[in-house]
T-cell receptor, first 116, second 113 residues
Framework: AQTVTQSQPEMSVQEAETVTLSCTYD???????LFWYKQPPSRQMILVIR??????QNATENRFSVNFQKAAKSFSLKISDSQLGDAAMYFC?????????????FGKGTLLTVNP | NAGVTQTPKFQVLKTGQSMTLQCAQD?????MSWYRQDPGMGLRLIHY???????DQGEVPNGYNVSRSTTEDFPLRLLSAAPSQTSVYFC????????????FGPGTRLTVT
């Protein structure tokens, strides 16, 4: 079974600075998808960014980018120019690309605080 | 286009009571799922469905039942509530495309006393 580990329960960053959230995963599969979801205090889960394992190029979405290291099974999220609205719980998630299982496997989350 | 809706938003139950959490989506998504979120545990899959009439268990299915009679609706039933089922419950839906994101409902906070 796949597992996702987020080793930083909490992180903090100053407004306008850059922060990196870590995620590692364990899988025997070669084809899969990785996601970062954001959960602000409103509780709503929002997709931040996704990465296909077959793509070597790291995904970017505006101020959000990932560092995908397939061999190391690492998928970190970098937030540049942090804003107060980035304060939230961030979840890393894994999804297999094959078979009958469509489920997302989540890490336990990293709570990000943004200090003004 | 309302996306994924869940009712109720909050619920308090006594041990042994039963209830149904409702979930509906208007995006014609084949895949629907239920998660529970507990402090320090992330989101854990309870049950999922890949289409009307097809359901399967996730990693924490005990104490919960589901059915899928239409594409739009995917209710979660608690037959005999226990304090261990106190949690926040999320319903999610997506296309049957693994690269596609899952859209989440706003969640239901359930307390069992």
């Amino acid at each position: 079974a796949q597992t996702v580990t987020q080793s930083q329960p909490e992180m903090s960053v100053q407004e306008a600075e850059t922060v990196t959230l870590s995620c590692t995963y364990d899988t025997s599969e070669s084809d899969y998808y990785l996601f970062w979801y954001k959960q602000p205090p409103s509780r709503q889960m929002i997709l931040v960014i996704r990465q296909e394992a077959y793509k070597q190029q790291n995904a970017t979405e505006n101020r959000f980018s990932v560092n995908f290291q397939k061999a190391a099974k690492s998928f970190s999220l970098k937030i540049s120019d942090s804003q107060l609205g980035d304060a939230a719980m961030y979840f890393c998630a894994y999804r297999s690309a094959k078979g009958s299982n469509y489920k997302l496997t989540f890490g336990k989350g990293t709570l990000l605080t943004v200090n003004p | 286009n309302a996306g994924v809706t869940q009712t109720p938003k909050f619920q308090v139950l006594k041990t042994g009571q039963s209830m149904t959490l409702q979930c509906a989506q208007d995006m014609n998504h084949e895949y629907m799922s239920w998660y529970r979120q507990d402090p320090g545990m992330g989101l854990r899959l309870i049950h999922y469905s890949v289409g009307a009439g097809i359901t399967d268990q996730g990693e924490v299915p005990n104490g919960y039942n589901v059915s899928r009679s239409t594409t739009e609706d995917f209710p979660l039933r608690l037959l005999s509530a226990a304090p261990s089922q106190t949690s926040v419950y999320f319903c999610a839906s997506s296309r049957l495309d693994r690269s596609y994101e899952q859209y989440f409902g706003p969640g239901t906070r359930l307390t069992v006393t």
